[in-house]
């Protein structure tokens, strides 16, 4: 099988800030504040075949987590192509997805609808993802007063059972126990 689930060519990803000023000078001040422009991912390419895996290594700050975002569909670059040849896609990234407010079990209907199931489809596998997860009673709680742990268990389990086509995980994995971690890595 050589097709490409992935194909990423010369993407560039920047963001605009400005430095921090006060409100006054601003008001005051007729010069317009200039935005400094950060240069998060600069012409990356590769691409990725079915059923291959690929780890993208580097410090801090490299960009990891905006190539993987963009890849998502949550940033867009600037320039460059993503191509995804019609396959499906979910992002397990920590801190990203979940309403905060709402319990386990709300999440995980919100959650599956955004990667395209239908509310139907998403409460037939719900008693597996719970189980998957082994959040016990918890999923009643809202994820708010979820430990890292939960939360990346039920992220997990989410994307697990539903089975995107293609699985993206950002560091959600360095969380939990090490019995999850392996019940996730053998999935």
Request: proline residues 1%; charged residues 25%.
């Given at each position: ?67 993987l975002n963009a890849v998502a ?115």
């Amino acid at each position: 099988m050589n097709e490409y689930a992935i194909e990423v060519k010369n993407l560039c990803i920047h963001y605009k800030g400005l430095k921090s000023y006060y409100i006054k000078q601003s008001l005051l001040s007729r010069k317009r504040q200039k935005a400094e422009v950060f240069q998060a991912v600069k012409n990356v390419s590769f691409s990725v075949r079915e059923g291959e895996i690929l780890g993208l290594v580097g410090k801090n700050g490299s960009g990891k987590s905006t190539i993987l975002n963009a890849v998502a569909g949550i940033f867009a670059p600037n320039s460059g192509t993503i191509d995804l040849h019609g396959h499906s896609v979910s992002l397990l990234s920590i801190g990203v997805g979940f309403q905060r407010e709402l319990s386990g079990r709300e999440n995980i209907i919100l959650s599956g609808m955004l990667l395209g199931f239908s509310e139907k489809q998403v409460r037939e596998r719900m008693e597996e993802i719970i189980e998957f997860s082994e959040l016990g009673e918890f999923i009643e709680a809202p994820v708010r007063t979820y430990s890292s742990g939960m939360y990346s268990k039920l992220a997990f389990s989410i994307t697990a059972i539903l089975e995107t086509d293609i699985m993206l995980i950002d560091e959600v994995l360095s969380v939990g126990d090490a019995k999850f971690k392996k019940r996730a890595t053998t999935r």
